[in-house]
């Protein structure tokens, strides 16, 4: 069998297995070891197996995985999601389409300590569904507005799948938050705009005025808690206190307290906290040894080194080559959850762009596009058919057909983008921070 023939084969299967509905670690493990087999036998493939796992799992690294969603399931629990929204509506909502406004704001601070997109999108829809169908938004422009404003949970720093790029490219953690750091508050801000808009454009979906609740010291004091994390976790981090393992953990233990200050948190939310984080550390680990093995499968085709060879021969703009990887990544997230994604294409994508041209140091290369991967893999929470965070949004939005909520999340996705296009042909906004990291 030629190698082009295994490769197809071996997507092939993982397809077929996904839509069979197959847990997709299993589906890429499966697709891996028959890969691996057919072209290097059984023994080759179960030494590899016998050390792999430990090789991956032994990674010090890894660790600030669980200790970032430990974070974010300290403040799921611990009721700080409803200071912030009191404390965003009272800012905005004077404005027309105020209250969606403030959603998205309240999921972007949410995000600043949680690094989950689905954590984001389900914790802050508990808190602001209610208040926005009371004020007589429509399903359509709630959920929308709940969707998208999740995925800011993954683009704002802390971003687990932007700690999984960094592992896997051998990345500064540390940079990449900072790369991060602009282009999340521009998603925030278009998010912001794409309201503003769409309530003047299409009449109906938002009431003329809100009831603005007055900013008061009491919600000032409710977002203290989440001032005072952020500052002590990346003011430690970038001032060289401690690494972003050790700010992880120092986040997740400031959370914790501020949960228990709050008087949030109870015994079995506690447990619940540790439940939740051991649950998605295995899904993610899961996927990792897939991913490891699937990958290994390829290396040996040696189909990836041909296919970056053939790509640099074609001579095309290095900008071109980068758009059409984050189009098949906006096709492949019809099917594929986030970091099902980046563990499997990052190793054999990143080694071709690195080799690409574009001008500036080959760090500044790496930082940047995996901001755009990251721009990308949260288009791919809101596009149909799949949409990860819609279909999150809608379940607990159960008089809203699923189909409005798609309806909801074409303004956001348009913002999308318009934001992906303007970080591709600028890298300066991603790398503006960066500089100031040492």
């Known amino acids: 069998m030629s190698p082009i023939a295994l490769t197809i084969l071996i997507f092939a299967l993982m397809l077929g297995l996904m839509a069979v509905r197959v847990p997709i670690a299993i589906c890429m493990f499966a697709a891996g070891c028959i890969g691996y087999v057919l072209q290097a036998g059984w023994m080759p493939l179960a030494s590899f197996l ?55 704001g309240a999921c972007a601070a949410f995000g600043a300590i949680c690094g989950s997109s689905v954590a984001t999108a389900a914790t802050i829809t508990r808190v602001a569904l209610p208040e926005m169908k009371k004020h007589g938004y429509s399903g359509r422009l709630a959920t929308g507005t709940l969707a998208a404003g999740g995925t800011l949970g993954i683009l704002i720093p802390p971003s687990v799948p932007l700690v999984i790029y960094a592992i ?52 000032l004091g409710g977002i203290a808690p989440i001032a005072i994390i952020f500052i002590i976790v990346f003011g430690g981090i970038y001032g060289g206190k401690f690494t972003p393992t050790e700010g992880a953990a120092v986040g997740a233990a400031a959370t914790f307290v501020a949960a ?27 996927i990792f040894l897939g991913a490891d093995l699937m990958n290994s499968a390829l290396a040996l085709t040696q189909v990836p080194g041909q296919l970056a060879s053939v790509v640099q021969g074609w001579g095309l703009p290095p900008l ?17 959850d986030e970091l099902s994604m980046i563990l499997l294409t990052i190793p054999i994508f990143f080694p071709m762009v690195i080799g690409l041209d574009f001008g500036m140091p080959k760090e500044s290369v790496a930082l940047w596009f995996g901001i755009m991967v990251l721009m990308t893999v949260g288009f791919g929470l809101l596009a149909p058919p799949v949409g990860l965070n819609v279909y999150i949004v809608n379940g607990m939005a159960r008089d809203v057909p699923i189909a409005e909520s798609y309806r909801g999340v074409m303004p956001f996705l348009l913002s999308d983008t318009l934001r992906t296009l303007l970080l591709l042909f600028f890298p300066a906004i991603s790398l503006w921070l960066v500089k100031y990291v040492g």
Request: with cysteine; net charge positive; proline share 4%.
């Open 320 to 336: 071109a080559v980068v758009g059409v990887i984050l189009l098949f990544y906006v096709v492949l997230g019809a099917v594929m």
């Open 260 to 286: 228990l200050l709050k008087r949030e948190i109870d015994w079995p939310k506690f447990k619940q906290c540790f439940y939740a984080t051991a649950e998605s550390s295995a899904m993610i680990f899961m």
């Open 50 to 104: 016998n050390t792999q796992a430990f090789a991956r799992f032994a990674s010090y690294d890894l660790s600030v995985i669980p200790l970032f969603i430990l974070m974010g399931n300290f403040a799921t629990q611990g009721g700080i999601s409803r200071a912030l929204f009191e404390f965003a509506a009272a800012v905005m909502a004077r404005f027309k389409g105020g209250l969606a406004m403030a959603a998205v």
């Open 168 to 219: 896997l490219t051998e990345q500064n953690i540390a940079k990449l938050f900072a790369a991060a750091m602009l282009p999340g508050v521009i998603a925030m801000l278009g998010y912001m705009v794409a309201i503003a808009v769409y309530v003047r454009l299409v009449p109906g979906h938002a009431p003329e005025h809100d009831e603005a609740p007055r900013l008061t010291l009491a919600s």
